[in-house]
């Protein structure tokens, strides 16, 4: 059985991937196990448990996962540990310009805020599904 260690690299190479869509350095990896392991001392819930551990299993899930989370539970532990990745990435020098603006035609501005609103709002109820499966069975 994984011990707590790869359980964390693992969570922090899959948001990291779902964030900037690469896996992290080691250097930030360990980071984020660091952080985690100071910031979320307290006890979990089941349904918290298993939405991370879900998404951690099964990687494609973190975006859809967050989504639900930031409409139906956004002080969740899995929301949590992906804003604290983000921090991370967006504090490290290698990633710092995936969070920087960028200047963009207003027509393209329109277009892209048409296509990812509506990609938010898919991912949000596939998210909400998920999010109520995985949280079930971790009270099962």
Not at 9 to 19: I, K
Not at 26 to 47: I, N, Q
Not at 85 to 111: G, K, N, Q, Y
Request: cysteine-free.
């Amino acid at each position: 059985m994984p011990d707590e260690t790869d359980d964390l690299d693992t969570e922090a190479r899959v948001f990291g991937r779902y964030l900037v869509g690469r896996i992290p350095p080691p250097e930030l990896v360990a980071r984020s196990r660091d952080a985690s392991r100071t910031l979320f001392v307290r006890a979990v819930s089941p349904p918290d448990a298993a939405i991370v551990r879900f998404a951690r299993r099964h990687p494609w899930s973190a975006g859809f996962l967050d989504a639900a989370e930031g409409l139906v539970h956004p002080g969740g532990l899995l929301r949590s540990k992906i804003l604290v990745m983000s921090a991370i990435l967006e504090t490290s020098p290698a990633f710092a310009d995936e969070f920087l603006p960028r200047s963009v035609h207003p027509l393209r501005l329109v277009a892209r805020l048409a296509v990812s609103g509506t990609a938010a709002v898919f991912r949000a109820a596939v998210g909400v599904v998920l999010h109520r499966a995985a949280a079930r069975a971790g009270r099962a």
